[in-house]
């Protein structure tokens, strides 16, 4: 599986978790259909479910007049991916994370989705500049 696919799956896990509250193996599984699961899908789903709290005090220290539980469930799954991936894979360029966050946001967010990603992880790589 490629990185983009796979983090396709991770956000369609993430965002099933996130919103209908099941179990990660269950959210995975769903995703993958009929797909073999990945490495790198499963690092991004339990990384960012394992660092979390950590991820949402980042997003949520670049969040004006905004609260976390306010943003678009898409919007803030893909945000959680980037935020894990820039803050704990060193092995993975951060502007490539970034891209790759923008680009999730045009397939699945909103018109707005992709401007907002980007902003808000452009402050993230400053703050851990």
């Not at 259909?33 to 709290?53: I, K, N, R, T």
């Not at 704990?88 to 707005?112: C, H, R, T, W, Y």
């Amino acid at each position: 599986m490629k990185r983009r696919a796979a983090r396709e799956k991770a956000l369609q896990s993430l965002f099933q978790i996130d919103v209908s509250h099941i179990e990660p193996k269950e959210a995975m599984e769903h995703a993958l259909g009929s797909q073999e699961s990945d490495a790198f899908f499963e690092q991004l789903v339990y990384g960012v479910l394992d660092h979390q709290e950590k991820i949402d005090e980042m997003i949520s220290r670049h969040l004006v007049n905004w609260k976390l539980d306010r943003l678009a469930n898409v919007d803030r799954v893909i945000l959680r991916i980037a935020a894990y991936e820039m803050m704990f894979l060193n092995d993975i360029p951060v502007n490539v994370s970034m891209n790759e966050a923008i680009e999730l946001a045009k397939q699945f967010g909103d018109d707005k989705s992709a401007k907002f990603i980007n902003g808000m992880l452009s402050n993230i790589k400053s703050d851990l500049e």
